[in-house]
């Protein structure tokens, strides 16, 4: 695959992937049984784990049908391989900054999975603007609107926020509040509102937490 053609991107919108029925585990057992799929995954993941955040997001897809691939999975492997060959050589970059703050980026790619219909959180936190961490994985509910995904999303963020800024003010950085950016402005007013709306009153008790950290 390193020689393949390389691509921009980890994985592509054309990749709709869902697990098999038993009838199709049958008919794709023959062709991957001698395929190394978990091993390309594993491959893949120590990569993300260690220095490539950009490879999140398509490596929890493809790890989702370790126990049961097919070629169309297969083919998504694949896709991730080439985008490695073509940009194998970026890597993180770590550099003094003026300011030692924390800051993050939350977003969600709502009902991703085809599966559970269950959205994709995903967040990245950065330390004087050196990434330091992150996350992409699947939401523990179902939410039924971009703007419960978005808000589960930023509950997450919330949570590795409080822990980062814990963490550096042990190291003597005090800081007050850290910036998180989002993108979906009903999650923003969600979040600043203690109001519960008849439309998010179904929500689980846990993610409304946020509402007492914001207003702090």
């Known amino acids: 695959m390193?020689?393949?053609?390389?691509?921009?991107?980890?994985?592509?919108?054309?990749?709709?992937?869902?697990?098999?029925?038993?009838?199709?585990?049958?008919?794709?057992?023959?062709?991957?049984?001698?395929?190394?799929?978990?091993?390309?995954?594993?491959?893949?993941?120590y990569a993300m784990v260690g220095s490539r955040p950009d490879l999140g997001f398509a490596v929890g897809l493809i790890s989702r049908f370790m126990s049961h691939p097919s070629r169309e999975h297969l083919e998504a492997v694949k896709w991730v391989l080439r985008y490695v060959a073509g940009a194998y050589q970026k890597c993180l970059t770590f550099k003094k900054s003026t300011?030692?703050?924390?800051?993050?980026?939350?977003?969600?790619?709502y009902s991703a999975d085809l599966d559970k219909r269950r959205s994709v959180s995903g967040i990245v936190f950065?330390?004087?603007?050196?990434?330091?961490?992150?996350?992409?994985?699947?939401?523990?509910?179902?939410?039924?609107?971009t703007t419960e995904a978005e808000y589960m999303a930023l509950t997450l963020a919330v949570k590795e926020a409080i822990w980062l800024r814990n963490f550096v003010t042990e190291l003597g950085y005090k800081q007050d509040s850290v910036r998180i950016h989002c993108d979906s402005q009903s999650a923003i007013a969600l979040s600043k509102n203690a109001v519960h709306h008849e439309r998010t009153k179904h929500m689980d008790t846990q993610f409304n937490f946020i509402r007492d950290i914001v207003s702090k």
């Open 2 to 45: 390193f020689e393949a053609r390389s691509v921009v991107t980890p994985t592509a919108s054309h990749f709709k992937l869902k697990s098999l029925h038993p009838k199709e585990r049958a008919d794709e057992y023959e062709y991957m049984k001698d395929v190394l799929y978990a091993s390309a995954v594993g491959s893949l993941m």
């Open 126 to 145: 950065q330390v004087g603007g050196n990434t330091v961490s992150r996350k992409s994985g699947l939401q523990s509910v179902v939410a039924l609107s």
């Open 99 to 109: 300011e030692f703050r924390v800051e993050g980026f939350s977003d969600s790619d």
